[in-house]
């Protein structure tokens, strides 16, 4: 399985965009990159994922490094409800979906 | 609709106890999965169904964890002689199709489970 190193924490400004990086050097070439996050006191909740190309949804774009060894999450427009911890998963066939959950990214927005 | 529920929502024993914990998925969906996660740490995978069939079980701690989805909806994790190392919040998770790794997997609130 994939290992990945993101920041222990993050601070931005509500309205502003946030960038929050992913490291996966040794991710294979047919593992995807899915993005959790976990609002205080509430289950995971996805938010993106993507292969090779970048990535847009209505909660976030992702973008992916060329040689795939590092992704981006992208919040346009921080709001204060995206406070939240943010994890940063490669998926592959074997893994038959079971999510493995590193310590992630803790997001704080500040009004 | 109606997202996936767990059952108790709190749950405190005493030591030595034998504890079962729910798990319904969203109707229709093929895979269903457990997770345990301590206070500040992240979800940890403890096993995962397709249909009725127990896919992976290789997160179950040790032989006093099980879990069952005999009809291939509800699942039940039970937690046999619990241990005060077992507290910790489970988690349960489903998705629509069988071990799709671009699916996306919708959590339940999760029971918390105090071991006194």
């Known amino acids: 399985d994939a290992k990945t190193t993101q920041p222990n924490s993050m601070e931005s400004n509500e309205e502003e965009p946030v960038h929050l990086p992913c490291n996966h050097s040794t991710i294979s070439g047919t593992d995807y990159i899915h993005w959790y996050r976990q609002l205080p006191s509430q289950g995971p909740e996805y938010v993106i994922h993507g292969l090779t190309s970048n990535v847009n949804n209505r909660m976030a774009s992702l973008a992916i490094a060329e040689d795939r060894k590092s992704s981006t999450l992208i919040l346009h427009r921080a709001t204060l409800r995206d406070a939240a911890v943010y994890y940063c998963i490669p998926l592959n066939y074997n893994q038959g979906g079971k999510l493995i959950f590193g310590q992630g990214t803790e997001l704080s927005v500040k009004p | 609709g109606a997202g996936v529920s767990q059952s108790p929502r709190y749950k405190v024993t005493k030591r030595g106890q034998d504890v079962a914990l729910r798990c319904d998925p969203i109707?229709?969906?093929?895979?269903l999965y457990w997770y345990r996660q301590a206070l500040g740490q992240g979800p940890e995978f403890l096993t995962y169904?397709?249909?009725?069939?127990?896919?992976?079980k290789s997160g179950l701690p040790n032989d006093r964890f099980s879990a069952e989805r005999p009809e291939g909806s509800i699942s039940t994790l039970t937690i046999q002689r619990t241990e005060q190392r077992d507290s910790a919040m489970y988690r349960c998770a489903s998705s629509l199709a069988a071990s799709g790794i671009t699916d996306t997997q919708y959590f339940g609130p999760g029971t918390r489970l105090t071991v006194l």
């Open positions: 109707s229709g969906h093929v895979s």
């Open positions: 169904f397709n249909y009725e069939a127990q896919q992976d």
